[in-house]
């Protein structure tokens, strides 16, 4: 359910900036560092290869592809996680018969 709501939030968004592009004829850069405020020069690391992909995610890509791919990895866990706990749900296979009970109950049925 949460998985939908943060879908249907990303393709809202997504007609935001379609709308806004009819009207405007440019195309809006909606993208979390511009909906929190985060300044384009802010630096979250001194190491290069975490600060490069954290201002990627946050400065580049746009809002409604985070939502998509955070509603897709959300139905995902839920997924695997009702998967596994439905396996340690799951009893054991009954018995089975052994073969000399079987034998006697074709023994009883036979004239």
Partial sequence: MIAGIVFLTGLMM????????????????????????????????DWVILDKPIHFILADVQLWIVLVFTAALIYWVSDWTSEQLSSLAKRAAPPELSQHTSDLTDKRDSP
Wanted: hydrophobic share 45%.
């Fill in 14 to 45: 997504l007609a935001t900036q379609l709308m806004s592009q009819g009207r405007t004829g440019v195309w809006p850069s909606i993208t979390l560092a511009s909906e929190l405020g985060i300044p384009a020069d802010r630096v979250f690391s």
